[in-house]
């Protein structure tokens, strides 16, 4: 059973930085892509940042583009995100998400999501 | 960009009405496009990929049509686990952007 376990989250004031985690089991984890994913409180899914399953190839939505970094230990089985210059708009639910192989993007599983506030 | 539209916002229906959402790409994606289920408090579920095949597990009255920048979600009977928001996606280019979100609603 695939599952995806984010950590690291939390309150953080504006300006301030966070790593975020998702440990990974029940497949593979070298073989696949994986993405972040967020949802602010009341909104849509904004897709954030995607790495693939070798770790040699990111990208990155223009809103975090030269703020957040994604990388992966494929080692580990782990997944980060490092956000640095937070913002208020960043204030959202991140979750974890596995693809359909080392280059395929679509969302095969979710973990549960991992809040992230901004605030003063 | 490409933008992903998605229409109507939300629907009211009743169980066993047959449900139709579209999603509208700004640029060809020629069936680069997915689509998501996601009920109140918990993760979006992948439903549809390449605009028209079946994630496994997902049952038959969820469909997929489309290709190019028109593209539908249809459920033929819709039934009471059904009632969600849902999301088109597309998956051509990075960034892979969202749709706005399509409330099923009672």
């Known amino acids: 059973e695939v599952q995806l376990l984010e950590s690291g989250g939390g309150l953080v004031q504006p300006g301030g930085s966070l790593r975020l985690s998702c440990a990974a089991s029940?497949?593979?984890?070298?073989?696949?892509?994986m993405t972040w994913v967020r949802q602010a409180p009341g909104k849509g899914l904004e897709w954030v940042s995607a790495?693939?399953?070798?770790?040699?190839?990111?990208y990155y939505s223009d809103s975090v583009r030269g703020r957040f970094t994604i990388s992966r230990d494929n080692s580990k089985h782990t997944l980060y995100m490092e956000m640095n210059d937070l913002r208020a708009e960043d204030t959202a639910v991140y979750y974890c998400?596995?693809?359909?192989?080392?280059?395929?993007?679509?969302?095969?599983?979710w973990g549960q999501g991992n809040l992230v506030t901004v605030s003063s | 960009d490409i933008e992903m539209t998605q229409s109507p916002s939300s629907v009211s229906a009743s169980v066993g009405d047959r449900v139709a959402i579209t999603c509208q790409a700004s640029?060809?994606?020629?069936?680069?496009l997915a689509w998501y289920q996601q009920k109140p408090g918990k993760a979006p579920k992948l439903l549809i990929y390449?605009?028209?095949t079946l994630q496994s597990g997902v049952p038959s009255r969820f469909s997929g049509s489309g290709s190019g920048t028109d593209f539908t979600l249809t459920i033929s009977s819709l039934q009471p686990e059904d009632f969600a928001t849902y999301y088109c996606?597309?998956?051509?280019?990075?960034?892979?952007?969202f749709g706005g979100g399509t409330k099923v609603e009672i």
């Open positions: 998400v596995k693809g359909c192989g080392s280059e395929c993007y679509w969302g095969y599983d």
């Open positions: 029940g497949f593979t984890f070298s073989s696949y892509a």
């Open positions: 790495i693939s399953g070798s770790g040699s190839n990111t």
């Open positions: 640029q060809e994606i020629v069936n680069f």
């Open positions: 390449g605009a028209s």
């Open positions: 996606q597309r998956g051509n280019t990075f960034p892979l952007t």
